[in-house]
């Protein structure tokens, strides 16, 4: 890299200072900022070490996790509702594989065997679809099994209404294919669904080889619904306790029809009086008789007398028995609320013993079978020494085709796999990839800046376990990495930092900005793992954070309480429906997944900021926690909200300005509230907490918390 700098007469830019560097990569590797305490600590610490150190502590931490996993999650399409069809339903038990993906990373688990896992954690645990109800309660097979949930991420609307059920399942099996090879392959496999590739050595052949390898888990002609691959987590005990109080439950019901029958009945007796004595009896015969065999004398009876028959509706003729009978109904709900909550897993199996006979379609088209394929390897991958897929059926019964394809992905000697996974770090750390299309290395793509650099970090990735840390450690560690932003002659001469003269300066994400706004007002909750946070529309139509009670007419959006407030990635992800704030801001829609993100500099991200009741709603809690912790002094609220959000000391003009801003806005804000009518029972104003909060907005809009030096 210093070569290709040297011969383009530059060097790298000098070491970022402590304070840019303690902001960058605690915002690179945990998604949040540095506290003020975390920034004074580094940059006063002589000690050798004190950034290695750093690194270390956060790759450490719970929230590297919670930031990293994102990467992979746009990269496998996550999402928690299935797409494709209109009705975009939700997958409530999606977020059980989110939860496994942050786990792995915090674990450092070797990559080499989250793939395999995502894969065929199905054929590791040794199931098929029958006897994975058994494995799910043992930790270690469960985790295999939520690993291949990585398989069901594509859309797949087969569970609900569409209009060609056959062409929607292939659409999920096509779907999922291109997740799989642009994740781990960085090949656009998919364009030769229907003819041989344009541009790359693929055949059409190939592709049907490649597809081939997953049809026993799909099997698109004995399909199974997103519903039909859940299976239960209830142990045998809560099972039991379940059945228990449903018995109960049910024992309770009959009691209380029971009770509402012989309320009609008492009712009914008195009602059958009323009637001529002539027609009481066949009155009585006719409401005995069971509808459908009634005669039509006995039906034009009733029909006469309705209001004597007495067998539906007890309110309509005393409203207190109803009341006694609604009640012993609830007590019924009540007891069924007791029941051990069941959860689901979703995930990926094959059923014993069906194993389809693939064919290749022609021009794609899945009513045009042709020749039969057997399952394999991309051609022009499967003639390079050392290529071994050699499936074998497994003693579970499973066909063993992803387990070997998995190993021979993993097996050190694929020529792909690990040049993919590193240059997505690279890219996620360096803000440019070595290959700057991540998800085509084909003919298409662009060539690697530093080919060496890429085989070198892909080796090393192999021969350190695949560990993924490790590898970041090197990277965070290096040169490249801690320069700074500002190299005026690397600017000039290479402005897309091709040679990496400088470090690439980059916007907060959006969930980096989400999720950094919520933590320095104090507001985040690091409450982590289980079910998502609810999401709806609000009446301005913005998808925000809470409980949905809009309707199909109306929009509205209740608190959801501390859920609202948690950590953007635990945030509800609906295709058809983005969250405001993330959308504006480039987070990605999985259709089916996001192989790298953009970065736009767009009005609606200027408008939202400031418009948008998230950033209003916590400037003034910004400016709340600055009243709470400086009480008393404006420049010292000034001095802190800069260590707060920017990682350092306000410089004398800048508090000066914001000095004059205040006054300035405090006026105006006075005299607002002295010209307008308010309620009596609204909050008596606060022209200068208003204008902290007027200035807290701004200091959360401008570039320098925006982005990342």
């Not at 480039?586 to 400031?610: G, I, K, Y």
């Not at 926690?625 to 909200?641: I, K, T, Y």
Request: proline residues 6%; hydrophobic residues 40%.
């Amino acid at each position: 890299m210093g070569q290709r700098l040297q011969a383009a007469g530059l060097d790298f830019a000098p070491e970022a200072d402590r304070t840019a560097l303690i902001r960058r990569v605690t915002l690179d590797l945990t998604g949040l900022l540095p506290t003020p305490r975390e920034v004074e600590e580094f940059v006063n610490d002589p000690a050798v070490g004190a950034y290695e150190r750093l690194v270390d502590r956060l790759l450490a931490s719970k929230a590297y996790g919670e930031r990293w996993s994102r990467h992979w999650l746009d990269v496998v399409g996550y999402a928690d509702s299935n797409g494709y069809a209109e009705a975009d339903s939700v997958r409530p038990q999606a977020w059980r594989y989110r939860d496994y993906v942050i786990r792995a990373f915090n674990d450092d688990k070797p990559w080499n065997e989250f793939i395999q896992e995502q894969l065929a954690g199905d054929e590791l645990a040794g199931v098929t679809h029958a006897t994975t109800q058994e494995a799910v309660l043992d930790p270690q097979r469960r985790d295999d099994l939520t690993a291949t949930a990585f398989l069901r991420m594509a859309p797949d609307g087969t569970g609900d209404t569409v209009d060609d059920p056959k062409l929607a399942r292939n659409q999920v099996v096509a779907e999922q294919i291109k997740v799989a090879t642009s994740s781990l392959l960085g090949l656009t496999v998919a364009c030769a669904q229907c003819h041989d590739h344009r541009y790359d050595p693929i055949t059409q052949a190939d592709y049907y080889r490649l597809r081939a390898i997953f049809d026993p888990a799909y099997h698109w002609e004995a399909w199974r619904t997103p519903a039909q691959r859940l299976y239960s987590l209830y142990t045998a005990e809560e099972r039991s306790k379940a059945a228990a109080i449903e018995e109960r439950a049910k024992a309770i019901e009959a009691d209380a029809r029971a009770m509402g029958k012989k309320f009609l009945d008492e009712i009914f007796e008195v009602e059958v009086l009323k009637l001529p004595e002539a027609d009481r009896e066949p009155y009585r015969l006719a409401r005995a008789t069971v509808d459908k065999s009634r005669t039509p004398e006995q039906k034009a009876l009733i029909k006469k007398y309705p209001s004597a028959l007495a067998l539906y509706s007890l309110n309509l003729y005393d409203q207190k028995k109803q009341n006694v009978v609604d009640a012993k109904m609830a007590e019924a709900t009540q007891l069924r609320a007791t029941k051990p909550a069941e959860g689901f897993l979703m995930a990926l199996t094959e059923v014993k013993g069906q194993v389809p006979v693939s064919k290749l379609f022609n021009r794609g088209d899945h009513d045009q079978p042709k020749q039969v394929v057997q399952p394999g390897e991309l051609g022009i991958l499967s003639e390079i020494p050392g290529a071994i897929f050699q499936p074998v059926v497994l003693a579970s019964g499973s066909s063993g085709r992803r387990l070997a394809y998995a190993k021979w992905l993993t097996s050190g000697q694929h020529p792909l796999v690990a040049r993919v996974l590193v240059n997505r770090f690279w890219l996620n750390h360096m803000g440019r990839g070595i290959v700057n299309t991540p998800g085509d290395f084909g003919r298409q793509g662009e060539l690697p800046t530093h080919p060496e650099l890429l085989d070198w970090l892909a080796d090393e990735f192999v021969q350190s376990g695949w560990k993924l840390k490790h590898l970041q450690r090197l990277i965070l560690l290096s040169r490249t990495y801690r320069q700074s932003t500002v190299h005026l002659a690397s600017l000039k001469q290479d402005p897309e930092n091709r040679l990496y003269g400088r470090f690439k300066l980059q916007r907060m994400d959006a969930e980096t900005l989400r999720d950094s706004v919520l933590a320095v007002t104090g507001a985040l909750v690091q409450d982590s793992y289980g079910p998502p946070s609810d999401i709806g529309r609000d009446p301005a139509g913005r998808v925000v954070a809470g409980v949905d009670k809009g309707t199909i007419v109306t929009f509205k959006v209740e608190s959801g309480g501390k859920a609202d407030f948690r950590r953007s990635i635990y945030l509800q992800v609906r295709r058809t429906r983005p969250v405001t704030v993330l959308e504006t801001f480039d987070a990605p829609v999985m259709v089916p997944n996001c192989e790298m993100r953009s970065q736009t500099t767009v009005a609606p991200q200027s408008l939202l900021l400031m418009n948008d009741t998230f950033v209003l709603e916590n400037s003034r809690r910004l400016a709340d926690r600055l009243a709470a912790e400086v009480p008393g002094d404006a420049a010292g609220q000034v001095q802190r909200a800069w260590h707060l959000l920017y990682g350092e000391a306000a410089p004398d003009a800048a508090v000066a300005e914001a000095l004059a801003y205040l006054k300035e806005q405090t006026q105006a804000l006075t005299q607002y509230h002295h010209d307008i009518q308010h309620a009596k029972d609204a909050p008596k104003p606060n022209p200068p907490q208003e204008a902290l909060a007027s200035l807290c907005q701004v200091l959360l809009s401008s570039n320098r918390f925006l982005y990342i030096e």
